[in-house]
């Protein structure tokens, strides 16, 4: 009996020790895509903005093409309204894509002393009200709202944010007598294999990976000349689809 105890709490151990790795890693992740943008983020919004160019032409092409072929006139308005419904999703990504942009430069940045403080706060309240580590807790929706805001602060380095609701939570602890020792966790061997999994992906996948061309001034530079080279091979083939374009009889003045 002592045996099974000692393994499942070196099971409950190991499981606690790679949620808080996995969150770890995915703040790491979110640094490194904030880090990436702010290096490389106008880059990356003109290389997109020159893509949409050039696919915008070739749907406008495709639908004088398609015109012709049935011997149809091709007018400027309906063309413009066809070709714009089918523009809306790469908008929508383009819009995205400037807002990271602003939000990574507005990111809040911490000393390292601030850093270490934000990452023993998070991992106390962790160990304490995490829904997976504490499954007993999952219906009290005070302590699960203090978790989601616990989750955002951590993300986003609010080390006063987390200093409050570590306030409130243990608070609330209090009050109502809840233990904060180990429980049981269903099925945790099957769990742990999952976060290992996971951490794996995280590891080698971006925005993680983005580390190695921030890291490394010979891959950072390599970067923006492969970004230049993008936006210039763009430039060139946008050129020969206004030519393609040009040899179209469009009706009303296209702009």
Request: with cysteine; proline share 2%.
């Amino acid at each position: 009996m002592e045996e099974i105890i000692r393994s499942g709490n070196a099971s409950y151990i190991l499981y606690e020790e790679l949620l808080l790795k996995k969150e770890n890693l995915r703040r790491e992740a979110n640094q490194y895509y904030d880090e990436y943008l702010r290096e490389f983020g106008e880059l990356l919004t003109e290389a997109f903005l020159k893509k949409i160019e050039c696919i915008r032409k070739k749907k406008i092409i495709a639908y004088c093409q398609k015109c012709v072929n049935l011997g149809k006139k091709i007018r400027a308005s309906e063309m413009e309204a066809a070709v714009r419904r089918e523009m809306e999703e790469y908008e929508q990504s383009l819009k995205q894509l400037k807002e990271s942009v602003r939000n990574a430069r507005d990111a809040r940045l911490v000393s390292r002393e601030d850093a270490r403080r934000i990452k023993e706060i998070y991992y106390r309240l962790a160990r304490m009200i995490h829904p997976d580590m504490r499954p007993d807790l999952a219906e009290d929706s005070v302590l699960q709202g203090y978790w989601n805001r616990i989750v955002i602060a951590y993300r986003c380095n609010h080390l006063q944010e987390l200093e409050e609701l570590e306030t409130l939570v243990n608070s609330r602890l209090e009050k109502q007598g809840i233990s904060c020792g180990m429980h049981i966790i269903p099925g945790i061997e099957e769990k742990i294999r999952q976060l290992e999994k996971e951490i794996e992906r995280i590891l080698s996948t971006s925005p993680y990976t983005y580390r190695f061309d921030l890291t490394d001034d010979r891959k950072r530079t390599k970067r923006r000349e492969e970004l230049q080279k993008e936006i210039r091979e763009y430039e060139q083939y946008s050129g020969e689809l206004s030519e393609i374009l040009n040899s179209f009889p469009i009706q009303e003045m296209y702009a």
